[in-house]
């Protein structure tokens, strides 16, 4: 029950102070990473695994000790919320939201070049728009639905392992020249961590939708997409939102054929408000279904003695 407690204690932090504007754990592990990649940097798979590790097991060990100093629930609780992008995520895709209502191409651009890695000088307000949504429904599990996940299955150190490789995945995971090979072992455990925590986002996106289009596009697209779990993810979320997404786009100077997703109607402004309530109702189905669920253990366990 204690884990329950610590979710919606989390929840709330990010809820009401959003995410550390200076200082961030995430931003300096990433700064970290960068050295890492300086020092450690070959186009080998088992260079890119070596660099993985030594970030990775030192804090991991560090993080399981502090639980062993400090108060358990109050270290999880606040792994969690620096975990959680749920506030920051909502907050980037307002500010791209409320700058295309005020027709401002150029700031809307801007806006969105935060969130995806894709070429944005040249979208029109669809295509800003998709880029919004598509965003919001990718990182829905990465920030949130992901780091929910993991913390439940393995607490603090779980959620922090997460998190973790999610930010190598997003410095390294890209299959170019220089990241193909170093890059594979933060991508492959990145694309392992997230089997479980995607196909439940893309249900609960579902649910808290059209599910029957919802189900219907996850079966169909989802596993055609590039990335294995991003698929089923965004398929889910796009037809429940009755929306087209996916398609060619031009991602660090270069033209990628995406398949569409989806179905329904091109996206606009309120889509990215229908993007943002599917998140909300989705992120209360997990704490409902986590919160009797936990429970329902407690009483059967207790039933059981």
């Known amino acids: 029950m204690i884990s329950v407690v610590s979710l919606v204690v989390a929840l709330l932090l990010d809820k009401l102070l959003g995410e550390p504007s200076r200082y961030h754990p995430l931003v300096g592990f990433g700064a970290l990473a960068g050295a890492a990649e300086k020092f450690l940097y070959a186009d080998s798979k088992l260079r890119g695994l070596l660099a993985m590790a030594l970030l990775l097991v030192p804090l991991t060990l560090l993080l399981i000790l502090f639980q062993r100093w400090l108060d358990h629930w109050l270290v999880g609780v606040i792994v969690l919320y620096l975990a959680l992008g749920w506030q920051s995520l909502m907050s980037h895709a307002q500010g791209v939201q409320e700058a295309l209502l005020q027709s401002d191409i150029g700031l809307a651009r801007k806006n969105l070049g935060f969130m995806v890695s894709r070429e944005t000088r040249a979208l029109d307000q669809t295509g800003i728009a998709k880029g919004v949504v598509e965003s919001v429904l990718e990182n829905g599990n990465d920030a949130i639905f992901g780091a929910i996940f993991w913390f439940m299955v393995a607490g603090a150190p779980g959620v922090l392992v997460y998190r973790l490789v999610n930010t190598l995945d997003a410095m390294w995971g890209y299959r170019n020249g220089r990241y193909l090979h170093f890059g594979w072992a933060a ?82 402004v309120q889509s990215i408000v229908d993007a943002e309530s599917l998140i909300q109702r989705s992120l209360l189905i997990w704490v409902l279904v986590i919160a009797i669920g936990t429970g329902f253990f407690y009483v059967f366990s207790g039933l059981s003695t």
């Open 187 to 268: 991508a492959r455990l990145d694309d392992i961590l997230n089997l479980f925590p995607a196909r439940l986002s893309a249900l609960s996106y579902a649910l808290a939708g059209q599910y029957e289009v919802a189900m219907r596009c996850w079966k169909e697209q989802g596993w055609n997409w590039k990335s294995p779990n991003a698929g089923p993810v965004m398929a889910a979320g796009a037809g429940s939102l009755g929306l087209l997404l996916g398609g060619s786009e031009n991602y660090h100077g270069q033209m990628q054929s995406r398949i569409r997703l989806g179905e329904g109607r091109e996206p606009d």
